[in-house]
């Protein structure tokens, strides 16, 4: 009987390294199962005398001592007498019926020496002449090796079903080494090591039946020639075999090891690869000096072959695996990158937003974080965030100095290069009372230019990887962004409200017989300067000059405009008569202005007051194409002052018609302009004419030039509620009083 067919391992052809192909596969399974011959032999009489036999059945019992004939097979084999196959034998002489076994398991030989076998035999009775039994004939074929490739077919069988569904690598090769130690008819114990990325090291991968104390000494031993024989095997790349470890030089280093562990004999082939990359060791230990046969050698290599398969779709399984926390770990810092950004220029302060970023990277980043900035030459301590009320009050009490040398923000801030340390800061600080164990100092960049500097301290365990420093340096550059951004916003609203405020009055001035109130609001953040504007100044002979009006447009051009207005307005109305000669001059200015100044139209109520002895005010006024003035008698009625009059900067000689009213006291006069009654609700409904006076109607006898004011934007506030309106909004207020009025 030839070579039997047997489990195979199936790997991709044409790979290159060291690969076997398919007829190595088969030699290897050949060694593996043998081939199977048929054992012969004739026994005489009761005894079972043993008459003849061939080769093959001397060698199945045993050899040695036991090739010989003329004896009882009883006295040649007595451990057959204990199973039951010499009655068999009884039963066959004396029934003269034969009898057939399958699959018979035996034990050959006695004590240490004893082996496991297993037939498919015949007894035949044998006959002379006259058809009487004269003995047994034995035909049997030796089926151990079958029944072990059934075995090791079904023992490989489960490790594939395992790697397949990606069991754990632990298990598969702890299965591995304890099915091959089943399997071997001698004692042996399997050990696999796995080689680290760079192939210099191997770790311990699994060893049921070896000593812990012998796993934990050669966990991590080098590939070498000369470190015994997985680590000379591993650095060959073939098989290493040592059946006498007591004199091979291999284990100099490891021999009293190896006594300890009570092994003697070390067979070690190389894991290799797809690639020819060394993927670890397959050994098996004997416990006396042994040298490996032909199918020792072949199993190792067929079980490799499957450590091989298991531990490269481990490692896919592991890149895989990193791979996907890879990705998931870059989309939380994408994630956390966006939600701090988006907190960072929520508010165009630019040390909240630095307050942000103090908050933002605890616990995220570190479990300490504190900003500093450069504030008029000295460092400023701007931010700081921990776990407890009492670690930021330490950090926060803690100032770096701008120009020592043993300062980490001092040395950021000079160099503009990070610093990382696995150690305290130098310099002083509450280093040790907060616990630190290392820091991260990265600068705070604007435009090339290094402002601040921000700082994460890690304490106790914490440490810090490079995803970290890398996601906190990315951090930090945005909050310099938005710190910048901020800064200059807040520089460009200084700048506009400064130049609004010098095209408003700095004060309300004291006009005899009257009180004043102002009132003004621009739209949006307060970047652009407003096109509204009003004035009061006074003129000769006691009379007083006022005026509201609105630019068309925002921003220089608008404050171009304004001024032109204003300034133009101031220097003639001493020279001439009325308002309306007064309006026909600004009129006149607007149209003669460069192109480059605007052209933009402008409305504008413009008027002289003139006190009025017993008290009063007699007011004459010009509307040019603005909104309504609106008359506040001492009855709380309220009504608008319709008087017609075009826009101006568009047309020359406009009719802009005076306007005579007498203010008794405890009446107003309110000028406003159309960002007030144009302001829109969430549904974009305006607040309207209607809507003012209705309001000011509610005003209480008495009332002030204030009080008009403030009952006015109490009820746009109300109307509009935190949508606030799109264009600026103005308003004076001028209420006669009675002459022992001190005037406001």
Request: glycine share 10%; proline share 6%.
């Amino acid at each position: 009987m030839t070579g039997l067919p047997g489990p195979q391992v199936s790997r991709a052809a044409g790979t290159g390294g060291d690969r076997r192909d398919e007829i190595h596969v088969e030699e290897d399974l050949r060694a593996l199962f043998g081939s199977s011959k048929v054992v012969f032999a004739a026994l005489a009489g009761p005894a079972h005398l043993v008459e003849s036999a061939n080769e093959a059945f001397f060698t199945a019992i045993g050899g040695g001592e036991r090739v010989r004939t003329g004896v009882p097979l009883g006295e040649l084999m007595p451990e057959l007498a204990g199973q039951g196959f010499l009655a068999l034998l009884d039963g066959v002489y004396r029934t003269g019926e034969p009898y057939t076994g399958r699959d018979a398991r035996v034990l050959l030989g006695t004590g240490p020496t004893a082996r496991e076998a297993y037939f498919d035999f015949t007894y035949e009775p044998r006959r002379d002449a006259g058809g009487n039994v004269t003995g047994v004939r034995v035909i049997g074929v030796e089926t151990t090796q079958v029944k072990q490739a059934q075995r090791l077919a079904a023992e490989q069988r489960v490790l594939l079903e395992e790697i397949a569904r990606q069991a754990p690598l632990e298990q598969v090769l702890d299965g591995m080494a304890r099915a091959i130690e089943d399997l071997s008819p001698d004692e042996v114990m399997v050990s696999v090591l796995l080689a680290d990325p760079d192939g210099r090291h191997l770790r311990h991968g699994a060893a049921p039946s070896l000593p812990d104390f012998y796993n934990a000494a050669i966990d991590g031993i080098a590939t070498g020639e000369g470190v015994g024989s997985c680590g000379t095997a591993a650095h060959r790349r073939r098989p290493v075999v040592v059946s006498d470890i007591a004199t091979d030089p291999f284990w100099d280093d490891f021999r009293d090891l190896a006594r300890a562990a009570g092994v003697a004999a070390c067979w070690s082939t190389p894991i290799l690869g797809r690639d020819g990359t060394l993927l670890g060791t397959f050994a098996m230990y004997h416990r006396v000096p042994r040298a490996p046969q032909e199918a020792d050698v072949a199993l190792s290599r067929v079980f490799a072959e499957t450590a091989a398969l298991a531990i490269e779709r481990h490692q896919v399984h592991q890149a895989r695996a990193a791979a996907e926390a890879r990705e998931k770990a870059a989309r939380g810092d994408l994630a956390f990158l966006l939600e701090v950004s988006t907190k960072l220029t929520a508010d165009l302060d630019h040390e909240q937003a630095l307050r942000c970023l103090a908050s933002s990277c605890v616990p995220v980043l570190a479990p300490l974080c504190a900003v500093d900035i450069v504030d008029s030459g000295r460092i400023r301590r701007v931010a700081t965030a921990a776990a407890s009320a009492e670690q930021e009050t330490l950090l926060a009490s803690h100032i770096p100095v701008y120009d020592a040398d043993d300062d980490a923000v001092a040395r950021v801030l000079a160099t503009g290069v990070s610093e990382i340390a696995r150690r305290t800061p130098t310099g002083p600080g509450p280093w040790h009372d907060l616990q630190v164990t290392g820091y991260v100092c990265i600068p705070l960049t604007d435009r090339g230019s290094v402002f601040g500097t921000v700082t994460l301290l890690s304490t106790c365990e914490h440490t810090f990887d490079g995803r970290t420093v890398a996601l906190a340096e990315e951090l930090a550059r945005r909050a310099a962004t938005a710190t910048g951004t901020a800064r200059q916003y807040t520089q460009r609203v200084k700048l506009a409200r400064d130049l609004q405020a010098g095209l408003l009055l700095p004060r309300v001035p004291d006009v005899p017989g009257a009180r004043i109130a102002t009132y003004y609001h621009p739209a949006g953040e307060g970047l652009d300067i407003g096109g509204d504007f009003y004035d009061v100044f006074p003129l000769a002979d006691g009379r007083w000059a006022f005026m509201l009006g609105d630019v068309c447009g925002r921003g220089a051009t608008a404050a171009t405009t304004t001024a032109l207005v204003r300034h133009t307005a101031r220097a003639v109305a001493p020279l001439l008569p009325d308002p309306s000669a007064v309006v026909h001059a600004v009129n006149k200015a607007l149209l003669d202005r460069p192109g480059d100044h605007g052209t933009g139209f402008v409305t504008l109520v413009y008027g002289h007051l003139t006190p009025v002895d017993g008290g009063g005010l007699d007011a004459s006024l010009v509307r040019a194409g603005h909104t309504y003035p609106l008359h506040i008698d001492r009855h709380q009625r309220v009504g608008p002052l319709k008087v017609p009059g075009p826009l101006i900067g568009i047309t020359p000689g406009p009719d802009l018609p005076v306007h005579h009213l007498r203010l008794e006291p405890g009446e107003s006069l309110l000028l406003y302009t159309d960002g007030i009654t144009e302001a829109c609700d969430h549904t974009r409904e305006q607040f309207g004419e209607e809507r003012l006076v209705k309001a000011l109607g509610g005003l209480a006898p008495g009332h002030t030039a204030q009080d008009v004011v403030d009952t006015l934007t109490r009820a746009v506030r109300l109307f509009t509620g935190p949508h606030g309106g799109d264009d600026d909004q103005a308003a004076l207020v001028l209420s006669a009083v009675p002459p022992a009025s001190d005037p406001v």
